[in-house]
Structures are given as structure tokens and as C-alpha cells.
């Protein structure tokens, strides 16, 4: 996949220059890059208890809250999500993905310990043999990932449809997990980012 260079507009915060432009028409996400970073946020609101309070923090942190400015503007662009039940039906900006990127990669570093363990007693309950319900934290994230979907997404969509079986929810969730923990290593961001445009773009 060909990268454009990097590239900021005056007065755009420094660190967006971290991702680079993938050369997409009107500069908008495509529809599955839009799904994967809210899916992502999420999976991240399910592991802390106020995640959009933490999204807005770190977006202030990093200086990304005039991209991110409250709950509201936070809420409309998620719901570019097409598989949102209050879908915004507009795209999501590459600016703005790039916001929603670096925040949730930065939350995401903060609680590696937190997704190092689940991933880990996941692997040991599978060896065991034995359910998700013997490991409360795990169980919890489960829980509280599904709950989150099933309010937020739309269920005549086909591809929440084919997904919203318990069964199903708890693979997103753990994938979800693997693919956090991909974005907290060494330019964990950038790769991250990269293959949110995997196949989209020559």
C-alpha cells in the first residue's frame, strides 16, 4: 500500500503528523476502517468503567480536543459507524480517524497489564477446558462488550445480525483484545493504522 507523506495543516496538532495520508478519495475512511476504530473504543469502554470520560481526558492530554471536544462531538463521531443504530450517515475524516486513533491506541497502552492478564487466563481456561464464567475480570470485559454492542449497534443490519449471538459478541471481543494489544507495542499506532487501509487503496 502506497502512503502519501505526511503532511499537517497550520495549527493542526503536531501529533497527527505521526500517521500518514493513504491516498483514498475525499479523504474519507472507508466504511470498514470506520467499523474497526469504533469497534475498538468499544472494546475499551467494556475493559474501563468510564470510558468516555477516559477518550475525553486523553484527547485533551493529547492535545486532540479540538477534534474531540465533549461527549457530544465524541458521540457523532462514532456514530459514523454504519452499523451504529443512530448512524450520522456522513464519512468519517482521516483528521478525525487519526484523533480517534491515537487516543484509543494511547488508552490501550495504559491498560496492557489489564489486557496481558485477560488474554492470558483466556488461554489458560481454554487448556482447562472450563467457561469464561470461572474467571470474573474476563467474564466482566465479556459482559459488559456485549451489553455495549447490542445498545449502540443495529440489529437489521446483516453484519450486527450474523454477530449478535453470545457466542459471536465473545470472539469480536476477544479479537478485539489481540488487536489491542497489537496497538500497544513498538509503533503499535502506525501499524495499527496501516491496516486499517489494507486492500482499500493501491
Known amino acids: ?15 497527527l503528523g505521526s500517521l500518514p495520508n493513504p491516498p483514498i478519495q475525499d479523504q474519507t475512511c472507508p466504511r470498514r476502517a470506520t467499523i474497526e476504530i469504533d469497534l475498538m473504543l468499544l472494546a ?9 470520560e477516559a477518550i475525553l481526558q486523553t484527547a485533551k492530554e493529547l492535545e486532540l480536543d479540538e477534534i474531540i471536544k465533549d461527549r457530544v ?37 495504559r491498560l ?49 445480525a450474523e454477530n449478535y449471538s453470545d457466542e459471536k459478541l465473545n470472539e469480536l471481543a476477544l479479537n478485539l483484545l489481540t488487536e489491542l494489544l497489537f496497538c500497544t507495542g513498538t509503533y503499535g499506532i502506525q501499524r495499527f493504522w496501516f491496516s486499517l487501509f489494507d486492500g482499500e487503496v493501491a
Request: include cysteine; aromatic fraction near 6%.
Open 112 to 160: 496492557t497489564v489489564l489486557i496481558r492478564q485477560l488474554l492470558l487466563a483466556y488461554q489458560q481456561l481454554r487448556e482447562q477446558g472450563l467457561s469464561m464464567e470461572h474467571h470474573f475480570r474476563l467474564n466482566d470485559y465479556l459482559e459488559r462488550f456485549r451489553a455495549h454492542f447490542r445498545s449502540r449497534m443495529n440489529p437489521r443490519r446483516a453484519a450486527v
Open 44 to 52: 475499551i469502554e467494556a475493559l474501563e468503567l468510564e470510558g468516555s
Open 1 to 15: 500500500m502506497q502512503l502519501n507523506s505526511i503532511s499537517t495543516q497550520p495549527g493542526t496538532p503536531v501529533i
Open 73 to 109: 462531538s465524541l458521540w457523532r463521531l462514532r456514530n459514523t459507524n454504519p452499523l451504529r443504530r443512530h448512524n450520522q450517515r456522513r464519512g468519517l475524516t482521516l483528521t478525525e480517524a487519526k484523533a480517534l486513533v491515537i487516543v484509543g491506541c494511547y488508552l490501550a497502552r
